[in-house]
C-alpha cells in the first residue's frame, strides 16, 4: 500500500522568509513517481512538480524547490523569498504509474504567508 | 498540458436526488480519474475512468453509488446518486497519460457540491 504524509497541518511566515514543506512517502514499488501540487483558496489544483524514483537530482524553477532523497523516502518543497501570493494548500502525491495511475495525496500542508 | 474543463462548477441539490458531473479534456488522454475531496480534507480517488469498459473503483467506493461513463477518449461523467449531506464535497476530474514528456497528471477545477 502507498502512503504519502505530510505532518505539517499549517505553516506560517512572514513574506519574504524561506519555507520547507516536508513530504515522507511510503511504497513498496521499485518505481514510483512523486508529485507535488498548489491549491490556492480559489480551488483548482495546480500541478507543480513530478519526479521519477529513478532521477534523484535535485530541481529548482525560480523560487521554488525540490529535495528528493531516497534513502530517506522524502521530497521536500522549498519556497525561497515567499510572496503573499504562495498563500495556499500544497499537496504531495505518490503513483505507481506516473500520470496514468491515481494519485495517492498527503492530507495537505496549509501554507499561510503573512505580508 | 491538457485543459479540463467541468460542469456543472458548483450545485446545491436535495437529499435522495442525483447529480452528473461532466469533465471535458481539450485532446485524447490514456486515462481519466476522479476524485473527491471532503471539506478541508484532502483528495481521494474515487475511480478509474476506462474508455469503453466498466470503471475501476476504488475500496470504499461503488457503482451503484457512483456510476461513470467514459464514452471516449476526451469526456467522462460521474454521477453521484442518491445524494446525503455525507455527498458534499468537491469532486475533480482529472486526465493523465504515460510518456517521457507527458508523465503527469493535470487536474479540472472541480465541482463544489452541497447536499441539503
Known amino acids: 500500500a502507498q502512503k504519502v504524509t505530510q505532518a505539517q497541518t499549517e505553516i506560517s511566515v512572514v513574506e519574504k522568509e524561506d519555507v520547507t514543506l516536508d513530504c515522507v512517502y511510503e511504497t513498496r514499488d521499485t518505481t514510483y513517481y512523486l508529485f507535488w501540487y498548489k491549491q490556492p483558496p480559489s480551488g483548482e489544483l495546480v500541478f507543480l512538480i513530478r519526479r521519477n524514483s529513478f532521477d534523484e537530482q535535485n530541481e529548482i524553477s525560480g523560487r521554488y524547490s525540490w529535495n528528493f532523497q531516497k534513502s530517506t523516502s522524502s521530497f521536500n518543497f522549498t519556497i525561497t523569498a515567499s510572496q503573499v501570493v504562495d498563500s495556499a494548500v500544497y499537496f504531495c502525491?505518490?503513483?505507481?504509474?506516473?500520470?496514468?495511475?491515481?494519485?495517492?495525496f498527503g492530507k495537505g500542508t496549509h501554507l499561510i504567508i503573512q505580508p | 498540458s491538457a485543459v479540463i474543463s467541468q460542469k456543472p462548477s458548483r450545485d446545491i441539490c436535495q437529499r435522495g436526488t442525483s447529480l452528473t458531473i461532466q469533465c471535458q479534456v481539450d485532446?485524447?488522454?490514456?486515462?481519466m480519474f476522479w476524485y473527491r475531496q471532503q471539506p478541508g480534507q484532502s483528495l481521494t480517488l474515487i475511480a478509474t475512468a476506462n474508455q469503453g469498459s466498466e470503471a475501476t473503483y476504488e475500496s470504499g467506493f461503488v457503482i451503484d453509488k457512483f456510476p461513470i461513463s467514459r464514452p471516449n477518449l476526451t469526456f467522462s461523467t460521474l454521477t453521484v446518486s442518491n445524494m446525503s449531506p455525507e455527498d458534499s464535497s468537491i469532486y475533480l476530474c482529472?486526465?493523465?497519460?504515460?510518456?517521457?514528456?507527458?508523465?503527469?497528471?493535470?487536474f479540472g477545477p472541480g465541482t463544489r457540491l452541497t447536499v441539503l
Open positions: 502525491a505518490l503513483s505507481a504509474g506516473g500520470g496514468a495511475d491515481g494519485l495517492t
Open positions: 482529472s486526465a493523465g497519460d504515460r510518456g517521457v514528456y507527458t508523465d503527469t497528471q493535470y
Open positions: 485532446s485524447q488522454v490514456t486515462m
